[in-house]
């Protein structure tokens, strides 16, 4: 297994384009979790998956945001009409279920700059 | 709310000397675990330490250990003989064992080792 993976590494878009990041998570964990983290602060939740159901999303993601799990394998967060507060890295992770004893195993990000 | 607090953005240590990043929290759970996540620039974040909240024990990991002291709802992290790859961003984070099932994290240390 080659761990969380995410695509692309790096996206830089101009204020008001759509982009659509991927994840891919390690193949047998059925929880799949998103983070923003801006540049030097501590990543911040946005949503969750458990297999194909999102389970819970936060405030910080507005209508412009949208994040799928078909299938309950891969993800994708969609970002609309981006605005230059979005720039942020754009972090995938995933467990187990049962897995809050072993945390979360992290991918390397998408850092998107919005110009 | 749960909240996660690393008061220290900066800190920096000799090569070889030991250097304690502080963490407190604030959660009226009982059962929980801890973690110390390490993230060396541009590079994903990495599980360093956990500790079970339900275990007096500190937990240890080579170089690695922490001082854990519940009633005071303080995580520090001792990292003894540090080495230059030591350097990185490092989170401290938390998450209930029961409710809601998303990492907390603080806002994250900065490590500078010097040789």
């Known amino acids: 297994d080659t761990g969380v993976s995410q695509d692309p590494r790096h996206k830089i878009t101009k204020r008001g384009q759509n982009v659509t990041f991927r994840c891919d998570p390690i193949?047998?964990?059925?929880?799949l979790y998103w983070y923003r983290q801006t540049l030097g602060q501590g990543p911040e939740f946005l949503t969750y998956?458990?297999?194909?159901?999102?389970?819970?999303k936060s405030r910080l993601l507005s209508d412009r945001f949208s994040a799928e799990r078909p299938k309950g394998s891969f993800s994708t967060l969609e970002i609309q009409r981006t605005e230059q507060g979005d720039s942020a890295m754009y972090l995938c992770?995933?467990?187990?279920?049962?897995?809050?004893?072993?945390?979360?195993?992290f991918g390397s990000g998408t850092r998107l700059t919005v110009v | 709310a749960q909240t996660v607090t690393q008061s220290q953005p900066e800190m920096s240590v000799q090569e070889a000397e030991t250097v304690t990043l502080s963490c407190t929290y604030d959660?009226?759970?009982?059962?929980?675990?801890l973690f110390w996540y390490k993230q060396p620039p541009s590079r994903q974040m990495i599980l360093v330490i956990r500790?079970?909240?339900?275990?007096?024990q500190n937990a240890t990991e080579n170089r690695f250990s922490v001082n854990f002291q519940k009633a005071a709802k303080s995580f520090s992290l001792k990292i003894s003989d540090s080495q230059l790859g030591d350097a990185a961003m490092y989170f401290c984070?938390?998450?209930?064992?029961?409710?809601?099932?998303?990492?907390?994290f603080g806002q994250g240390t900065r490590l500078t080792i010097n040789p």
């Open positions: 193949s047998e964990h059925n929880r």
């Open positions: 992770a995933s467990s187990l279920a049962s897995g809050s004893a072993r945390g979360y195993t």
């Open positions: 500790q079970e909240a339900y275990k007096q």
């Open positions: 984070a938390y998450i209930p064992v029961q409710g809601a099932q998303k990492l907390v």
């Open positions: 959660t009226s759970e009982s059962d929980y675990y």
């Open positions: 998956f458990q297999n194909e159901a999102q389970l819970e």
